[in-house]
């Protein structure tokens, strides 16, 4: 049963609750950085309020996490980044179904098609530190989940909010589910839009944005231990790009999941669980549907889609009353076509045919192991092996340009302890990862030809650190030594205009080795019975050891401040932002995601927020991010594009500037 996992890890679960029950106050109201509870573990509440201003999708969510920062491209769909590496290293999984987006030019990362608060728990893994969630986590692991508990009796539970905002900022989601005990159905509905967004210059930015969804789920659940789920999804989305001279006009997702779990099997099997995920993502860009056209230019669009078919099976078996080991086997099967067009007047996308440019396929077996060796120390350790194939495609005409077949194995081991008499878990944990070429280092940066391929990223990280939670102190530690074999470095050469395609003049992939390491701090200290000093820290530096020179896409040094005071119904709140200046830099080279522009000035802003909960179903929540209106930029950005209709750019797409928001939610069960 599930209490063997419990047993593994007993003695850090028994104060990491007793804190928990002893002092409610210490969980955020607001959140402004959430903390880590346990080793490389960070678990989050997307439905209570955020400062800054609320997400409209997965990766503005993620910011607010240490260690994490965002590419920004306009006023949505940005990259996330962790640590400095993004794109593929970074996986992300919703609702356990794993998928990538469409776009070659990365207008839509997976966390696009992410309204946080459509889901009940985000849960992010730092590091090669888990084998359970695909291949090529070398950042680590990023789990959107969707958690429906069994009715006893027939009900319904509902949750639903309300936000509005400057510049036109218009949020909503409405998530209802009605259940008796053999069954259950549940709705979650999502819209978010926005207008351009100003910098704190007072100068517009192409950013405007729609986005909207629905989900359904139907569950049977003939007992407390058994449930299958049919799921489906529907969404769609248009955004404007400041960083670009396309936008996008369509991004629609289909997804269909079945999911079967089966819990206390037998003494030996505790839980036994599968599931089927497809997903298609439709994606149109174009330079007039959401812009004037430039003159002199011809009407262009570029219609790539996506076809993403995964599987998973897996068994929990309880070793004894303190092993607890995880087995499991995963099938991924991905189709990525294309279609474009140019001329002088826009033609209808059937007019032309889809041509195939890339397909890839995976499948993985994998064991993680959690074992108590005492009441106070475990011993947690996977391993991983996975076979991944790749074709690309001439898309005009079908025929193959290249294929690769690779062997990938990872594995980890981490030993953990709970220290005597203290509230508190030390760790430390050595990690190793292994990554073929993507769909975007393949085929936009020509990795993968009859000429040459770039070979699989191998990162061996060590990891270690200090989790603390006490009832008026909590907080954690964390530091990472990293050495990246074959790390797939590009470069865009900015002197040739145009789409990459598989032009070296233009962009290509490399291979280069590269040493990482850095550390991460987050505190909450309640000095005084109503008041809580909150504090996080993120530090990285990465050398390409190759080159002789920095890694690009190294975000700077990032220190946060928070005072909150809480007294039960009132909660009143500050967030300052302290940004380092970047200077190394290694201007036109980075990953898929973006390059380095060059050095970066820092910054520093301020957030204030306040609530007020009515009874125990509301919570009223107002805020103002970039009180001083500063006009400044992240360091790991696109660089900024002329639009035609808006003031020149700045060099990078700068962030927003002074933003007010309100929002109200209410809970019902």
Known sequence: MSTVRHVAAASFAALSLAAHAADPTLDEVVVTAPRMREPLVIENDPRAPQQPVPASDGASFLKNIPGFSVIRKAGTDGDPVL?????????????????????????????????????????????????????????????????????????????????????????????????????????????????????????????????????????????????????????????????????????????FGLRFEKRRVSALVQRIRAQVDWNYI??????????????????????????????????????????????????????????????????????????????????????????????????????????????????????????????????????????????????????????????????????????????????????????????????????????????????????????????PLKCTALNVDATRYGVEADLAWRFAPAWTLRASYAAVRATNDTMDVALAQTPPDELRLGLGYDSGAWTLGTLARFVRRQDRVHPGYGSIVGQDIGPSAGFATLALNASYRLGKRALISVGVDNVFDRAYAEHISRAAAAVAGYAPPAVRVNEPGRFAWARIGMTFD
């Open 83 to 255: 640590r400095g590496l993004a794109g593929s290293r970074l996986n992300v999984l919703l609702d356990g179904a794993q998928f990538h987006g469409g776009c070659g030019m990365r207008m839509d990362p997976p966390t696009a098609y992410v309204f946080p608060e459509a889901y009940d728990r985000v849960r992010i893994v730092k590091g090669p530190q888990t084998v359970l969630y695909g291949y090529g986590n070398l950042a680590g692991v990023v789990l959107f989940e969707r958690d429906t508990p069994r009715f006893a009796v027939p009900g319904v539970r509902a949750h639903a909010s309300l936000m509005a905002g400057s510049w036109g900022r218009r949020d909503g989601v409405a998530d209802a589910t009605f259940g008796a005990p053999a069954f259950y159905l549940r709705a979650t509905a999502t819209h978010s839009q926005s207008d351009d967004y100003e910098d704190g210059d007072g100068r517009a930015l192409h950013s405007a944005f729609e986005r909207r969804s629905l989900a359904v789920a139907g569950g049977w659940t003939p007992d407390d231990d058994t449930r299958i789920e049919l799921s489906a999804v529907r969404s769609e989305a248009q955004a404007a790009y400041a960083d670009r001279m396309m936008d996008g006009s369509v991004f629609d997702r289909d997804g």
């Open 282 to 503: 439709d994606h149109v860009m174009d330079n007039y549907s959401l812009r004037p056209k430039p003159a002199m230019m011809p009407f262009s669009w570029s219609n790539p889609d996506r076809e993403t078919l995964g599987m998973r099976a897996g068994a929990e078996l309880a070793l004894g009353e303190s092993t607890l080991l995880e087995l499991g086997l995963d099938r991924q099967d991905d189709s990525h076509t294309i279609r474009s067009f140019s001329g002088p007047a826009p033609v209808p996308f059937g007019s032309r045919v889809r041509g195939k440019d890339f397909d890839s396929a995976s499948t993985g077996m994998f064991g993680e192991l959690t074992r108590a060796l005492s009441a106070s120390a475990r011993l947690v350790a996977g391993v991983r092996f996975d076979r991944f194939s790749a074709d690309r495609f001439d898309p005009a005409g079908g025929a193959a340009v290249a294929s690769a077949e690779e062997s990938l194995a990872a594995g980890f081991l981490r030993y953990e302890r709970d220290l005597e008499g203290r509230p508190a878990t030390v760790y430390v944990g050595l990690g190793r990862g292994e990554r073929p070429m993507d769909h975007w280092e393949a085929t936009t940066y020509g990795g993968l030809s009859a000429a040459r391929r770039v070979e699989p990223e191998r990162n061996t990280q060590l990891d270690a650190g200090l989790v603390w939670n006490a009832r008026d102190l909590s907080g954690s530690l964390s530091a990472f030594y990293s050495r990246i074999d074959d790390y797939v470095l590009t470069f865009v050469n900015p002197a040739v205009a145009g789409m990459c395609g598989s032009n």
